[in-house]
């Protein structure tokens, strides 16, 4: 259901959600930084790793019990972070933060225009078919981008950013906190041979871990809790609407830490799916969830 049901102000719910996706696209671009010494690989696992150890001491998951299919849910749950944040991390190695997040949108994006499926989506799908054209990489062109890039996050992190989505779902019986922490370990699982055939024990450089644990707060463990607490105090409505506002918060904290500036085909490209994304959301045909 739509309604608001939390112990928290509507407005302390917009603020949460602003400050939770800052603070995830400062932790990425300051992550972005690790990859001349850890690679994309090294540095997608410091992420998983600290949050994980950060979500085990906060909530305590021993606390709680899981039977069988829920153990299955977390595993397929925990995969799909795992290979969303590893392959989306590849990505950045070629592509700009705030482009990267606007084309792994197009995950949740097409999942909603597959439950919604109306005439008017016809319009959403062509913004997003219009935005991205204008990444689309032709060569010997400066604005365009890098193909391997653009593939690992077009088509494989959008796809596992649905299947998180879908899973995340069906998961409502488990403790918030229990699936979060269990999830993320399993993703920094699934991330850590990548990350040890990449680098071996060079991977463990106690000068980093500093590092490390602040890109594991701000990357996971400080949004995480703030989207729980917006969560609360939005309706989904709301809440899809806000999110959406992602990939600009990308560009904007890409731009001022690590000097990624966009070409204007880029600029528009992501005005055409944030655009795609709010008018899904303030237009989508929801049917009653069991």
Not at 28 to 37: D, E, Q, R, Y
Not at 53 to 75: A, T
Not at 123 to 152: K, Q
Not at 223 to 249: H, N, Q
Request: one cysteine or more; aromatic letters at 12%.
């Amino acid at each position: 259901m739509d309604k608001q049901t939390s112990s928290y102000p509507f407005s302390v719910g917009v603020i949460a959600l602003i400050f939770s996706m800052l603070s995830l696209c400062i932790g990425t671009s300051f992550a972005k930084g690790l990859f001349p010494v850890l690679g994309a690989q090294g540095t997608s696992s410091y992420r998983l790793l600290f949050s994980a150890l950060l979500l085990w001491c906060i909530w305590r998951p021993w606390r709680f019990s899981l039977n069988i299919g829920q153990v299955k849910l977390l595993l397929f749950y925990g995969v799909s972070l795992g290979l969303m944040n590893l392959l989306f991390y590849m990505a950045l190695r070629t592509i700009p933060l705030g482009v990267a997040i606007a084309i792994e949108f197009c995950g949740p994006l097409g999942l909603a225009l597959y439950s919604s499926r109306q005439k008017i989506d016809i319009l959403w799908i062509g913004l997003v078919i219009i935005g991205l054209s204008f990444l689309i990489p032709f060569e010997n062109t400066t604005a365009s981008l890098d193909p391997t890039g653009y593939f690992l996050c077009c088509m494989l992190c959008a796809f596992f950013w649905a299947s998180y989505i879908i899973v995340g779902q069906k998961i409502k019986t488990i403790h918030p906190g229990q699936a979060s922490t269990v999830g993320i370990t399993i993703a920094a699982c699934v991330t850590l041979p990548f990350s040890l055939s990449h680098l071996g024990i060079e991977f463990w450089q106690p000068q980093l871990f500093g590092l490390g644990l602040l890109v594991g707060i701000l990357s996971s463990a400080l949004p995480y809790s703030l989207e729980m607490i917006s969560l609360r105090s939005l309706d989904r409505k709301t809440f899809g609407v806000l999110l959406s506002l992602e990939p600009a918060f990308g560009a904007i904290t890409a731009s001022i830490i690590l000097q990624e500036f966009l070409s204007l085909s880029q600029i528009l490209a992501i005005i055409c799916i944030v655009s795609a994304s709010i008018g899904c959301i303030l237009t989508a045909n929801r049917k009653l969830s069991s």
